[in-house]
């Protein structure tokens, strides 16, 4: 594509519009670059064909690594028990100690489609949240799920900003942050009754 160029006296146009069309590609949400199954299979010392005797597509492998990945995240909050403060101390520390991992899964949302149920996948650790607040508050699960979401994103927002920026002067620890987050979805409503 050929641009005409500027007029006399507008040369601040150019840098005007390279910043404009910089600005249009940075800020559309990018998507994850997966590896190839030609790569993955490279890395195996495996023929590419070798991947199919496994998987039908690079989707169907992705998918499996989803799951696993789900699967240590939820066996690690399952160790807690019903304390929930301990429950969200381990996401903060588990997304903390596994940044690629906890970028797949909660930072790409391109690649969590919806299961043939309609669910997402993970959304059962929410629900265990909810669960868990409804229990711990006498709240019913209905008025407990917009807790268990807060929390879920309080939680989301110190992991992703300490991943994403890491040079900041944190004044508090991530435990210190995941513990608060987890008292606060346990204070009553204003009023004082369960709701």
């Known amino acids: 594509m050929s641009r005409t160029g500027n007029q006399r006296g507008q040369g601040a146009r150019l840098r005007e519009e390279l910043i404009a069309a910089a600005r249009a590609l940075i800020v559309r949400p990018q998507t994850l670059e997966l590896p190839s199954l030609r790569a993955v299979a490279r890395d195996v010392g495996v023929a590419p064909s070798a991947v199919y005797l496994h998987f039908a597509s ?45 970028q797949l899964l909660f930072e790409s949302a391109d690649r969590l489609p919806a299961l043939a149920d309609g669910r997402r996948p993970g959304w059962d650790l929410v629900q265990r949240l909810q669960e868990l607040i409804a229990a711990r508050t006498g709240r019913s699960e209905a008025a407990a799920f917009p807790i268990a979401l807060r929390l879920w994103t309080g939680l989301h927002g110190i992991v ?3 991943l994403h920026k890491p040079d900041l002067a944190w004044p508090t620890t991530p435990e210190d942050e995941a513990a608060d987050a987890a008292a606060n979805a346990l204070r009553p409503p204003s009023g004082g009754m369960p709701e």
């Open 58 to 102: 690079g989707e169907d492998l992705v998918d499996a690594v989803i799951d696993e990945q789900f699967g240590e995240l939820r066996h690690a909050l399952e160790s807690c028990g019903d304390d929930l403060a301990a429950r969200a101390a381990t996401y903060v520390r588990w997304g903390l100690s596994n940044p690629g991992a906890y």
């Open 160 to 162: 992703s900003l300490r």
